[in-house]
């Protein structure tokens, strides 16, 4: 069964994509003997593929004999099926999502009971950005992620500044520039990023720049972190090419959670770091994410708290974010109330 949503953010969040007011996907079931399964896909253009395009393959999917689409052209739509499928697996087993790939990606039993995160700010002015650096601080959150790449890279590296002055030493920040910068802007910019302490710096080159990446990787300033560039080049491409220090991983844009725990797993066995993120999705997904994130043995802080961006959702949140961390909900699959309330 196939349900589309349309949700709302609070406020548009500002990215050298443009802004993101709206977050439309679906939230699709399956039953395997019995057992049913849920997951959600939710395209956004520029990382996956478009909604027109998510909507026909996963009717495809549902309504014939087709195989699952290939992650790699549609990975909303892979997401969602991969999601269902493994949510009923986990569930015929009696563990919840990250119990279930534990076992079966990395061979593990136990893993965290709480996700560190970080507070994700826009590309607001700098007066804002401050005060939505304090109010992250003060609920508990020890790492902000600062969006930058949409104004002049100077403002950019003000705002960076100020938030540091009033955030302090202690707090890491972290900078996503969603590939908005050129070679030569990103260089002039790390001695200042690396003197105002930043613990990295997230895509400051177009996807497909990866030896650009590799060039300021190089340079050694500021630990680099690709995003974007996973959709132009795979793990073993970018080890390969020394481009990154840590990935960014989302599983709606890699096709699905064991798409997102085996490129977690490539990563690490080659000393990359990694972290997982959402895209801005509704409550299965960021659930789903959260899973993943659980199961991968070490996890730089997470951006899963982006729920509180949307204005409504498909179903009340079962995740709890207490002092800048996540827990997830004692359950089978994702989270046994989705069952009831999708």
């Given at each position: 069964?196939?349900?589309?949503?349309?949700?709302?953010?609070?406020?548009?969040?500002?990215?050298?994509?443009?802004?993101?007011?709206?977050?439309?996907?679906?939230?699709?079931?399956?039953?395997?003997?019995?057992?049913?399964?849920?997951?959600?896909?939710?395209?956004?253009?520029?990382?996956?593929?478009?909604?027109?395009?998510?909507?026909?393959?996963?009717?495809?999917?549902?309504?014939?004999?087709?195989?699952?689409?290939?992650?790699?052209?549609?990975?909303?739509?892979?997401?969602a099926?991969?999601s269902?499928?493994?949510?009923?697996a986990?569930?015929?087993?009696?563990?919840?999502?990250?119990?279930?790939?534990?076992?079966?990606?990395?061979?593990?039993?136990?893993?965290?009971?709480?996700?560190?995160?970080?507070?994700?700010?826009?590309?607001?002015?700098?007066?804002?950005?401050?005060?939505?650096?304090?109010?992250?601080?003060?609920?508990?959150?020890?790492?902000?992620?600062?969006?930058?790449?949409?104004?002049?890279?100077?403002?950019?590296?003000?705002?960076?500044?100020?938030?540091?002055?009033?955030?302090?030493?202690?707090?890491?920040?972290?900078?996503?520039?969603?590939?908005?910068?050129?070679?030569e802007?990103?260089?002039?910019?790390?001695?200042?990023?690396?003197?105002?302490g930043?613990?990295?710096?997230?895509?400051?080159?177009?996807?497909?720049?990866?030896?650009?990446?590799?060039?300021?990787?190089?340079?050694?300033?500021?630990?680099?972190?690709?995003?974007?560039?996973?959709?132009?080049?795979?793990?073993?491409?970018?080890?390969?090419a020394?481009?990154?220090?840590?990935?960014?991983?989302?599983?709606m844009?890699?096709?699905?959670?064991?798409?997102?725990?085996?490129?977690?797993?490539?990563?690490?066995?080659?000393?990359?770091?990694?972290v997982?993120?959402?895209?801005?999705?509704?409550?299965?997904?960021?659930?789903?994410?959260?899973?993943?994130?659980?199961?991968?043995?070490?996890?730089?802080p997470?951006?899963?708290?982006?729920?509180?961006?949307?204005?409504?959702?498909?179903?009340?949140?079962?995740?709890?974010?207490?002092?800048?961390?996540?827990?997830?909900?004692?359950?089978?699959?994702?989270?046994?109330?989705?069952?009831?309330?999708?």
């Amino acid at each position: 069964m196939i349900t589309p949503f349309s949700l709302r953010l609070k406020q548009p969040l500002s990215t050298a994509h443009g802004d993101i007011t709206e977050r439309r996907g679906f939230i699709f079931r399956i039953d395997r003997n019995g057992t049913v399964g849920v997951g959600e896909a939710t395209p956004l253009p520029g990382w996956t593929e478009r909604y027109d395009e998510c909507e026909t393959a996963l009717t495809t999917y549902a309504n014939t004999d087709a195989t699952a689409p290939d992650p790699t052209t549609h990975p909303a739509c892979a997401h969602a099926i991969e999601s269902a499928e493994l949510d009923a697996a986990a569930r015929q087993n009696g563990c919840s999502l990250a119990a279930y790939l534990r076992k079966t990606v990395f061979g593990r039993s136990s893993g965290r009971d709480a996700i560190p995160l970080n507070a994700t700010i826009g590309a607001e002015t700098t007066e804002k950005t401050v005060n939505q650096a304090i109010a992250a601080v003060e609920n508990g959150f020890r790492c902000l992620k600062l969006k930058m790449g949409v104004s002049n890279p100077e403002d950019d590296l003000d705002r960076a500044r100020a938030v540091r002055d009033a955030v302090g030493e202690t707090i890491a920040i972290r900078v996503d520039v969603n590939g908005g910068w050129d070679r030569e802007t990103a260089t002039d910019c790390l001695p200042t990023l690396a003197a105002i302490g930043i613990e990295y710096l997230e895509q400051p080159l177009p996807a497909g720049d990866i030896e650009g990446h590799t060039m300021l990787r190089e340079r050694g300033a500021v630990p680099i972190a690709v995003d974007e560039s996973l959709q132009r080049a795979s793990v073993t491409e970018l080890i390969a090419a020394d481009a990154a220090d840590i990935l960014v991983l989302k599983p709606m844009v890699l096709g699905g959670p064991k798409q997102t725990a085996r490129a977690a797993q490539t990563a690490q066995e080659h000393g990359l770091d990694v972290v997982v993120t959402t895209t801005i999705d509704a409550a299965v997904a960021r659930t789903t994410a959260a899973h993943v994130a659980a199961a991968i043995p070490r996890c730089r802080p997470c951006g899963l708290a982006t729920g509180s961006f949307l204005a409504e959702d498909v179903v009340t949140d079962p995740l709890t974010i207490t002092d800048g961390a996540l827990c997830l909900p004692d359950t089978t699959g994702i989270f046994d109330g989705f069952i009831q309330s999708i």
